[in-house]
Structures are given as structure tokens and as C-alpha cells.
């Protein structure tokens, strides 16, 4: 059964540091999507993207952080100078036209020290 | 801002008992709901979704539950098992490809 895989599964980095988070969505799939989830919180909505482009985003993804899709496979997230408080499970999720239903990846655990 | 609320934290049932796990949300906007189940150190795997047309979807032993009026939702399991024991996550969407509005999630426990 196709799945969302992501890379890497924990990450540690400094404050201050970049990171790149990857995905590979399911391949026939549309909509692609970044979520969060720090400690003990909800799920939230990073961003999302369609058609090679941005299509909406939460006010968490401010400037720092960026998307791609660089290969029509891989779909990553970019964050330019961690901070402490981005410190979560990161979660890709990906999409077909119908039905909505969202797929997740494992996730990716970023601990910025 | 809870615009989707899972207001019990926790539920404990017997193994081939009903587990029925409840969710509210204010927005009328939403008009797909879906339920998600997750183990610790993993993503959440989809269970079962809805929309706003219905008021009653199955899925095996999955059965969930619409009441636009109440803008109330609930997930039936049926009947539970030891490895239904997991945090469930309801969220809502509107028009079915916007972003995921996640409840806080209820921990299922199932004892044997």
C-alpha cells in the first residue's frame, strides 16, 4: 500500500541553524501539506501546496520557513534559523483530488538545543 | 480558538465492549470531517471520514456519526480491541481540500 515516508526521523540542530525536512508524498497524489505538533499541543497547519505553488498558510509559517518541491517527488520544508519553540513532530500529508482525505508520513522529530 | 473540540482527554473500555469517542466544532463552514488514529512516535493514520451530506458513514467496525444541527460528531468502535488503544483525532475541513483543523485528541484505552 503507497505511504508518505519522511526524512529524517529525528533531528537535532542548534538555534540559529537551518533545516531541511523531506517528504515523498504518494505519487499520484495532488495536495501537499506540512503540519506540526509540539509536545502535548494539537496538530496544526503549517502550509499547504498545489500546482507547484503555495496555495494557503498558517501565521507559524512566517518568513523562516519555506517549501519545495524540487523534484516532482520529494516535497520539503525549509526552516532558515531554528528557534527553540520549533521544536515539534513535523508531519507531511498528501492528497489526491477525491476523496479529501489526508495521508500522513511518520513524522520528523526536530529538537533545536 | 477551538474551532474543533475533543472535550474528554481520555476514555477507558472493556475489550469487545463500545467505544464512543465525541467531537464538537463551531465552524459551519466545515463540511468534511474526518477521524484519525495515532500510536505514540508515529503519524496519524486515517480511520474513517464524513461529509456534510450524511449523517452516518461505516466502515467495518468503524462507524461515524453526523449531527449538523448539534455541529457534533462522534466515532463508534465496534467492538474495541486491545490495538483500537490509541490517541483519536478528529478534524474538519471545508470544502474538502483545505487545511485540517485537528481537535486535542482522546486516548482510547482498551483493557482485556
Known amino acids: 500500500e503507497p505511504e508518505v515516508t519522511q526524512t529524517p526521523s529525528h533531528q537535532v540542530t542548534q538555534m540559529g541553524q537551518e533545516v531541511i525536512l523531506r517528504c515523498v508524498p504518494i505519487?499520484?497524489?495532488?495536495?501537499f501539506y506540512w503540519y506540526r505538533q509540539i509536545l502535548g499541543q494539537k496538530v496544526e497547519f503549517l502550509v499547504s501546496f498545489y500546482n507547484n505553488e503555495i496555495s494557503e498558510k498558517s501565521e507559524i509559517f512566517d518568513d523562516q520557513f519555506s517549501v519545495e518541491r524540487p523534484d516532482g517527488s520529494n516535497f520539503t520544508l525549509k526552516i532558515r534559523s531554528t528557534k527553540l519553540e520549533d521544536s515539534a513532530m513535523y508531519f507531511c500529508?498528501?492528497?489526491?483530488?477525491?476523496?479529501?482525505?489526508?495521508?500522513f508520513g511518520p513524522g520528523t522529530r526536530l529538537t533545536v538545543t | 480558538d477551538q474551532q474543533v473540540k475533543q472535550n474528554s482527554p481520555s476514555l477507558s473500555v472493556q475489550e469487545g465492549r463500545i467505544s464512543i469517542l465525541n467531537c464538537d466544532y463551531t465552524n459551519s463552514m466545515f463540511d468534511y470531517f474526518l477521524w484519525y488514529k495515532k500510536y505514540p512516535a508515529e503519524g496519524p493514520t486515517f480511520l474513517i471520514s464524513i461529509s456534510s451530506i450524511k449523517d452516518k458513514n461505516e466502515d467495518g467496525r468503524f462507524t461515524v456519526f453526523l449531527n449538523k444541527s448539534a455541529k457534533h460528531l462522534s466515532l463508534h468502535i465496534v467492538p474495541s480491541q486491545p490495538g483500537d488503544s490509541a490517541v483519536y483525532f478528529c478534524a474538519a475541513s471545508s470544502l474538502g481540500n483545505t487545511p485540517l483543523v485537528f481537535g486535542k485528541g482522546t486516548r482510547l484505552s482498551v483493557i482485556a
Open positions: 505519487s499520484n497524489h495532488l495536495y
Open positions: 500529508a498528501s492528497m489526491s483530488e477525491l476523496p479529501y482525505e489526508q495521508y
